[in-house]
């Protein structure tokens, strides 16, 4: 019972744990093309539907939160209007060729430093100097975040860039290397957490 008294008046107790909802979410990553397809402006937007995670929210020094953050490499999946069979075969890329899942099933983020500035009532701006690993590398990895605090709900917002060589992913090429990916991709998020008791 003192324990629990206790340990209310350290730091630490002030702390608040968010687990982040993927149904909730959007999360996607854009491919841009090179090369032939660039003509017909052809640049997939790839749905990542699959995450689970959690923030460790500090209201009183935003500067001691922390995030971790895990994808499901698998779930990944081209959302263009094309025919079946052209997403079936991108897919394939990606899954087997590029991401290579079977062997790094998890995309992971993990954040413990971090500045943020208050931008209204409940609104923050956050820089996160996290390291995200990814097909087998970590690397550093800034990212910017627009947050809100809502009652029980914590909404993250942003995009930042990733650059496949980073990771030594190869850039997708297809047709005979008529059709190119750029390494750079650039990922967008939306998030939403809820508040545990």
């Not at 953050?69 to 590029?98: C, F, P, Y």
């Amino acid at each position: 019972m003192h324990q629990a008294l206790d340990l209310k008046a350290t730091p630490e107790a002030a702390t608040v744990r968010y687990v982040i909802e993927a149904k909730e979410g959007k999360f996607t990553v854009q491919a841009f093309a090179t090369g032939l397809l660039s003509v017909f402006g052809h640049n997939p937007i790839i749905a990542i539907p699959d995450f689970e995670g959690e923030v460790l929210l500090n209201p009183e020094a935003l500067e001691q939160s922390s995030l971790r953050l895990v994808i499901h490499a698998e779930s990944l999946n081209d959302t263009d209007d094309i025919s079946e069979k052209d997403r079936a075969e991108i897919n394939r890329a990606m899954h087997q060729d590029v991401l290579e899942t079977d062997s790094f099933p998890d995309i992971v983020y993990e954040c413990s430093r971090l500045t943020a500035s208050k931008t209204g009532e409940g609104q923050y701006w956050l820089a996160l100097n996290g390291d995200l690993t990814l097909h087998g590398v970590t690397r550093a990895q800034p990212v910017s975040a627009r947050i809100s605090l809502n009652g029980d709900k914590l909404r993250a917002a942003g995009d930042f860039s990733v650059r496949q060589s980073d990771y030594e992913i190869k850039p997708v090429s297809a047709a005979g290397g008529t059709v190119k990916l750029k390494d750079e991709l650039k990922v967008s998020f939306d998030i939403t957490a809820r508040k545990q008791n």
